[in-house]
């Protein structure tokens, strides 16, 4: 059995080995010539499975590291009769960090009063429902809309687009990338949707560069509609528009997903959908060992520091995401090198936060956003 894998899918190597011919390159250096004789991929975003990568290929199933599957072509794959799976949610609580950095960021920057702030979550899947619970708990009124929920669900708990964007201080997108109706998302956020949203609105997206018309973005940005912009992704990756890099509050290089937490959840979920269908003995299989964070344990003391700087004091603690944007700014060329030596991030689960004179209303919130107390 062979199977070709993405070199810079975490934990991967060694785990396959006692089973199969492996076979590591870098994403876009999987080719056809690669592939023909192999029996499955273990790939991410970089590697597009389509007729030119496999046709007349032996291939049988390909596992994506990833939430994203735009990178498949699923008309394709189901003609051949190839099976494919990604990781839905894999990442999503790593995405849900990056944004309580960024809001803890903006917040600062423009001393941003959570409870008058409405946050507009366009795309309320497995990463949206995260941004909600964390939009809540810092205390903003949250809109959500997602076109597909609402069909199957109801109306009860969805705004209509352009009444969200009518209405929200900050727009965070979190969809896929759709070319065709009902719900395409390709340019989703053009010239009429940007000039749809509220003077100084933030709009931040993670979710797929092309989602946003950057021209169109640029434009509205020089008029100074905006108050500020987070892109984490970009449209021509990694060949990103660097005059729009120097325009945005905070770019970073496509990792709001990179935590080490989120890895290993995409890279086991792709290795047990693998054993499974070949009928390996790994279908319980997870990383024996992530690596832990610098500094595991945080000590808070509540006295004479209000609620909300502890809690923003913390959050930062764990991502100080402005370091990446800094990163990108030095060397924008460098952007995929930044995605491939992307240093240890871990969630705040991985955190144990030592309090002292903190309120418990205060832990309380603390343990909601996943942090591990830990008695004095």
């Known amino acids: 059995m062979k199977i070709v894998a993405d070199e810079n899918i975490p934990f991967l190597?060694?785990?396959?080995?006692?089973?199969?011919?492996?076979?590591?390159?870098?994403?876009?250096?999987?080719?056809h010539d690669v592939v023909k004789d192999a029996d499955a991929l273990i790939i991410r975003t970089r590697t597009i499975c389509n007729r030119k990568l496999l046709e007349g290929?032996?291939?049988k199933f390909i596992a994506s590291a990833t939430i994203g599957h735009d990178h498949i072509d699923d008309k394709y794959c189901k003609k051949q009769g190839i099976a494919w799976t990604n990781a839905p949610g894999c990442n999503s609580a790593s995405v849900q960090q990056y944004l309580a950095a960024v809001l803890v960021y903006l917040?600062?920057?423009?001393?941003?009063?959570?409870?008058?702030?409405?946050?507009?979550?366009?795309?309320?899947?497995?990463?949206?429902?995260?941004?909600?619970?964390?939009?809540?708990?810092?205390?903003m009124k949250v809109l959500l809309n997602d076109p597909p929920?609402?069909?199957?669900?109801?109306?009860?708990?969805?705004?209509?687009?352009?009444?969200?964007?009518?209405?929200?201080?900050?727009?965070?997108?979190?969809?896929?990338?759709?070319?065709?109706?009902?719900?395409?998302?390709?340019?989703?956020?053009?010239?009429?949707?940007?000039?749809?949203?509220?003077?100084?609105?933030?709009?931040?997206?993670?979710?797929?560069?092309?989602?946003v018309d950057e021209?169109?973005?640029?434009?509205?940005?020089?008029?100074?509609?905006?108050?500020?912009v987070i892109l984490d992704v970009w449209e021509n990756e990694p060949d990103i528009d660097k005059e729009l890099l120097q325009m945005v509050d905070i770019g970073t290089p496509h990792i709001a997903g990179y935590s080490q937490d989120g890895k290993a959840n995409g890279t086991s979920m792709s290795v047990k959908a693998l054993a499974h269908y070949f009928k390996l003995p790994l279908e319980n299989w997870y990383p024996g060992k992530i690596p832990s964070p610098e500094q595991p344990d945080i000590y808070i003391d509540g006295k004479n520091n209000m609620p909300e700087t502890l809690l923003y004091d913390l959050i930062y603690h764990t991502y100080p995401v402005k370091q990446d944007d800094l990163a990108l700014r030095k060397d924008p060329d460098k952007f995929e090198y930044l995605r491939e030596n992307y240093p240890v991030r871990r969630e705040f689960k991985a955190y144990n936060v030592v309090p002292d004179n903190v309120p418990?209303?205060?832990?309380?919130?603390?343990?909601?956003f996943g942090f591990q107390n830990k008695s004095k």
Do not use: W
Request: net charge positive; hydrophobic share 35%; glycine share 10%.
């Open 13 to 31: 190597k060694g785990v396959l080995e006692p089973f199969a011919k492996v076979i590591y390159l870098p994403g876009d250096h999987i080719s």
């Open 360 to 368: 418990s209303s205060l832990i309380e919130k603390i343990k909601q």
């Open 57 to 59: 290929s032996s291939v």
């Open 149 to 211: 929920r609402e069909r199957r669900e109801g109306s009860s708990i969805f705004t209509e687009l352009y009444d969200l964007i009518h209405q929200a201080d900050i727009v965070t997108l979190h969809v896929p990338l759709t070319f065709s109706d009902p719900d395409k998302t390709y340019h989703m956020v053009n010239n009429q949707f940007l000039n749809c949203l509220k003077h100084d609105c933030i709009l931040i997206n993670t979710s797929r560069g092309s989602v």
């Open 215 to 228: 021209q169109a973005l640029k434009q509205t940005l020089k008029q100074g509609r905006l108050k500020g």
């Open 107 to 139: 917040i600062r920057k423009y001393l941003l009063n959570t409870g008058t702030l409405t946050l507009g979550i366009i795309g309320v899947g497995n990463v949206g429902s995260k941004v909600k619970k964390l939009g809540e708990l810092l205390g």
